[in-house]
């Protein structure tokens, strides 16, 4: 694993000998963000030894390095979802490539279904905590010391600092912020009506299939994270509506603004 992320490493060095200290990754129809930053270079994860390649439709698939707010940033244009097939080591191998070219802060983007009855489609959410849903935590096998211990505390994997930051942004443009916990699951189904039922007793205010793997490698790695939830559809409702994938990436590119702006002013006060 090790090797595999020093090749990598080694070849983005080659490419762009710049050591981003921001990381950002963007969720479904949440990718325009790029548009906000003064990019150096793209570069495909086709190009990149042992990076996985995207297939989802409304992710395209590279590295962009360049700077907004200020730092030195690399976006991830297009994610790994484990309900695509990937394993779980590659749905975080990005995050640890970002980690060893020098990132400390991790900022994420998500599209996700919201349980808390308080919520609308287009909100954003402050992910406040999670709750992991996944059968697998990537951290499973041999612990690879080089990466962080064996057995990480999660007790604020969402930097509290970094939640307090942009909740005075927010409220300085009057952007409406929720905040909650994420429910991470596997997908690719959408919630039945029961499922949303029971992740709303269990404690969770939105669910979605991406982030909790990356945000547990990250912790592991001492990286410091904060992520955010577009609510692109409600699943505990009472009308007879289905939840289609269009219908999550027009709201998710509905609130893309918003959150542009939110990430873009906590890179500059970071
Ligand atoms: N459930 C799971 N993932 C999602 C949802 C949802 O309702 N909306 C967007 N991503």
Redesign the pocket.
């Known amino acids: 694993m090790i090797t595999k992320i020093n090749e990598a490493v080694a070849y983005i060095r080659r490419v762009y000998s710049i050591s981003p200290s921001v990381g950002i990754v963007l969720g ?1 129809g949440l990718g325009s963000f790029t548009d906000e930053m003064v990019i150096d270079k793209e570069i495909p994860y086709g190009e990149i030894p042992h990076f996985p390649v995207s297939t989802v439709e409304g992710h395209s698939g590279k590295l962009i390095f360049g700077e907004m707010g200020g730092k030195k940033v690399v976006a991830m244009a297009g994610r790994f979802h484990y309900y695509e097939g990937y394993s779980t080591a590659e749905v975080v191998f990005p995050i640890r490539v970002m980690k060893f070219l020098g990132v400390e802060t991790l900022l994420i983007s ?4 919201g349980m808390n009855t308080g919520f609308k489609v287009g909100d954003l959410m402050v992910i406040t905590d999670h709750i992991s849903l996944f059968s697998a935590n990537p951290l499973i096998g041999k612990n690879i010391a080089e990466l962080g211990p064996r057995f990480p505390d999660m007790s604020e994997p969402y930097k509290k600092t970094l939640i307090d930051k942009v909740k005075i942004i927010a409220a300085a443009k009057n952007i409406d912020l929720k905040e909650g916990v994420y429910c991470g ?1 596997s ?1 690719p189904t ?2 039945t009506r029961a499922e ?1 039922k029971l992740l709303k007793v269990i404690g969770g205010d939105a ?3 991406s982030t909790v793997q990356e945000v547990i490698a990250a912790v592991q790695m001492n990286m410091t994270v904060f992520a955010m939830s577009v609510i ?2 409600i ?1 505990i409702r009472e009308e007879e509506n289905k ?1 289609t994938h269009a219908e ?1 990436l027009e709201a998710a590119g509905n609130a893309e603004p918003k959150l542009t702006y939110l990430f873009k002013e906590l890179i500059a006060q970071l």
């Open positions: 479904s998500n599209a996700a279904g699951v997908g959408f919630e949303y669910v979605g299939m692109t559809d699943g939840i999550v």
